[in-house]
Structures are given as C-alpha cells and as structure tokens.
C-alpha cells in the first residue's frame, strides 16, 4: 500500500509532468512556426527565380530586337549608297558589305526566333510552377495559423495546469515540498515504484533499509529515498 504522502506526491508529479510536457510544446510551436516560414521563403523565392529567367529572356529578345533594327539601319545605308557610287570597286565594296549586313539580320532573326520559342516555354513552366507553388504557400500559411491557433490553446491549458499543480501542493508540508524540489531538479520523475527489490527509476538494487522503509516498516517517519539515485520509492506490491 502506497503512504497517503507520497499518494500526494504522485499526483504533484503527475501534475507536474503535463505542465513540463505543455512547456515544451509551447516553446516547439515558434521552432515549427520559423520551419514553415523557411518553407514559404524557399517556395517563393523559387517563383522569383523563374520569373527571373522569364524576363532575362525578355531583355534578350528586345537587345536582339535593337540589333536587328540597327542592321536593318545599315544595310538599308549601303543600299543607298551603293545606287550611288559609280566606280565598280566601291560598288563591288558596298556589295560585300550589304551580304554580310544579311547574313548578319538572318542570324539575329534566327536568334531571335529562337528567344521567342523559348520565351513561350518558359511563360508555360512558370504559370504551372507558380499554380502549384502558390498553392504550397497556401498550405504553409493554413500551417501557421494553425500553429498559432495551438499555441493559444496550449497556453491556456498550460494555465489551468499550473493551478492544478499549485492545488496538488498544497496538502504537502513545507519539508515535503523541499525534498519534492530538490529531487525533481535532477528530472521527472522523482517518486518511483520498488520491482524486485530494485528502483524504478535508476533500475539499481536498494539496501534492504530502503526497502523495508518502502514497505512501512521504517519508524523514523521519513520519507523512503532510493541510496543509488535519491528519488522517492514506494513499495509496489
């Protein structure tokens, strides 16, 4: 049979085990809330990075564009001048000139076709990509209200804990509530079962001392205390 006191016991450590395992939950809530965050970050820098590859392929189309103008320019210049020269060499000279300024708007045009096919690619991955981006950022953001929604209710819970522990101390002497503290700032828990003549804490046999005094044969009137690890123990029979 288990002595009233450390009954008492038992209840402020089970009290205070769920308002331990509410803190660290509390303090893991804005730990998950900056984990979203950096997933939101990650999703729309990917959609910024997409975006950005679309508009440089832009930029080179209107630079080709320029180019293309700019030849156009020129050779439209050495046609005129060529209907107007009259020695042969310069004609043959501006003749030249005008085949290359061809060949050269024909590769720009050709770049520039190219620039166009894949300015139409890349619109086509970018609205697909940003749909199902935007859609994960949706889920991120419906995960942090959430966490946010949680954490309120943690608090509260942990509130309405921490007067159920101030309630299980309350029966407790002011000894009994000392050697309580100084155990548990080792950890939870800090009253234990004897099974098999050995702690259910440390898992290491007690004296027959401490084991008769689980069992209530001790007439000190102390509180029976593990010799290996120091925490309270009770007689499970």
Known sequence: MIPPVLEKV?????????????????????????????????????????????????????LLETEIGSAE?????YRTQQSQVRKNDEYQALGHEIETMTNTISTLEEQELQVMYAIDEAKKKFQAAEAALKANIAGHEGRIKTLK?????????????????????????????????????????????????KCGGCHLKVSS?????????????????????????YWES
């Open 149 to 197: 929604e949680r954490e309120v209710n943690l608090v509260a819970e942990h509130k309405a804990v921490e007067a159920e522990v101030a309630a299980a101390r309350s029966p407790l002497s002011e000894s009994e509530l000392k050697t309580y503290d100084r155990i548990v700032t080792k950890g939870l828990p800090v009253c234990v079962p004897i099974r098999g003549a």
């Open 10 to 62: 038992l209840i402020l450590q089970d009290r205070d085990a769920k308002r331990l395992a509410l803190e660290g939950q509390i303090r893991a809530v804005p730990r998950d809330i900056a984990a979203v965050e950096q997933k939101i970050a990650t999703e729309r820098a990917a959609i910024e990075s997409a975006k950005d590859e679309l508009k440089g392929l832009e930029t080179k189309k209107k």
């Open 209 to 233: 001392e401490v084991e008769s005094a689980a069992r209530g044969k001790s007439t000190d009137g102390k509180l029976p205390v593990c010799d290996q690890c120091g925490r309270l123990v």
């Open 73 to 77: 320019e020129k050779l439209a210049k």
